[in-house]
């Protein structure tokens, strides 16, 4: 049968791989065909997500992307073990919850460290020769955060809004290697920030708010894999620089 998701042979790199959205793409990817180099701090999580890929040549490396000088000699040596990549999903990330007073340098930084200077530092690192393929689709898992401000939010927010400008600038800058940058930006997903933002405001007005305006309800992770499998695949050869909300209807209404 006719599939304009076919990933067969790619080969992608995926942060964030060992939970949630990270973790569905990649597993998604791996039906698809492609061939999944998965990166996470926890080894048995990651481990877990491995035994649930389908086919063959998939891998996985523990690796803490908060060390960012260090990323450089982690991606020289992945690629010199796996091969040039036709892909790159940046989906790791922390949320973070602090109001002005304590959100001091060192507490700003750790977030942009994991969700943003990451994210451009692995494409620099990609950039370079024999380390992708010609047609290399990278998306970033970004967040109408980006889009939305909301109080005690400045770090998270900060580091979305990052990667979405980065990805305008970076897909203009990589045109002539013909490869393709973009960002999904999803709304209230069920993953563990998911259950952490229960935890922390889930009775609170502000969180019935956004309940009412996210009216599909709370996404599923294959909600934005299914967006990112097709951004990565030559179905959407004609699309970079872009910024997909899969929010819900939350923007709109
Ligand atoms: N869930 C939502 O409602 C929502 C909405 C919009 C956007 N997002 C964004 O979507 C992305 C994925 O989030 P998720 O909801 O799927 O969360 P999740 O289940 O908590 O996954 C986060 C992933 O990031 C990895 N990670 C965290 N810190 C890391 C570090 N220092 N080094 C390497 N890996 C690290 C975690 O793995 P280890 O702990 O094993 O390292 C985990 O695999 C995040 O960027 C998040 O901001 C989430």
Redesign the pocket.
């Known amino acids: 049968m006719y599939n304009i998701v076919d990933l067969t042979g790619r080969q992608i790199l995926i942060?964030?791989?060992?939970?949630?959205?990270?973790?569905e793409t990649a597993i998604l990817c791996s039906k698809l065909g492609a061939k999944v180099v998965l990166?996470?701090?926890?080894e048995v999580?990651?481990q877990e997500a491995m035994s649930n890929l389908e086919g063959d040549g998939h891998a996985y490396y523990s690796?803490?992307?908060?060390k960012v000088d260090e990323i450089e000699d982690f991606i020289k040596m992945v690629v010199s073990e796996r091969g040039a990549m036709d892909g790159f999903v940046h989906?790791?990330?922390?949320?973070s919850t602090r109001p002005l007073k304590l959100l001091k340098p060192a507490a700003l930084r750790e977030v942009m460290e994991?969700?943003y200077f990451s994210f451009v530092e692995i494409i620099r690192c990609l950039m370079k020769k024999n380390a992708y393929n010609e047609g290399m689709s990278i998306v970033g898992?970004?967040?109408?955060?980006s889009k939305q401000g909301n109080q005690t939010k400045t770090a998270y927010c900060a580091s979305k809004s990052a990667m979405d400008a980065s990805v305008r600038c970076l897909a203009k800058e990589l045109a002539d290697k013909k490869v393709r940058v973009n960002a999904v930006n999803?709304?209230?997903?069920k993953?563990?920030?998911?259950q952490q933002?229960l935890n922390n405001s889930g009775e609170s007005e502000d969180a019935k708010n956004i309940m009412q305006r996210q009216y599909l309800g709370i996404g599923e992770?294959i909600d934005v894999a299914n967006m990112i499998v097709y951004l990565l695949s030559d179905a959407a050869k004609f699309i970079t620089g872009s910024c997909v909300d899969i929010d819900g209807g939350r923007l709109s209404s």
Not at 63 to 66: A, G, H, I, R
């Open positions: 942060t964030g791989a060992s939970s949630g959205m990270g973790r990166v996470a701090r926890n999580r990651l690796f803490d992307l908060s989906s790791a990330g922390v949320g994991i969700n898992i970004s967040s109408i955060s999803p709304a209230l997903i993953t563990e920030i998911y933002f992770p």
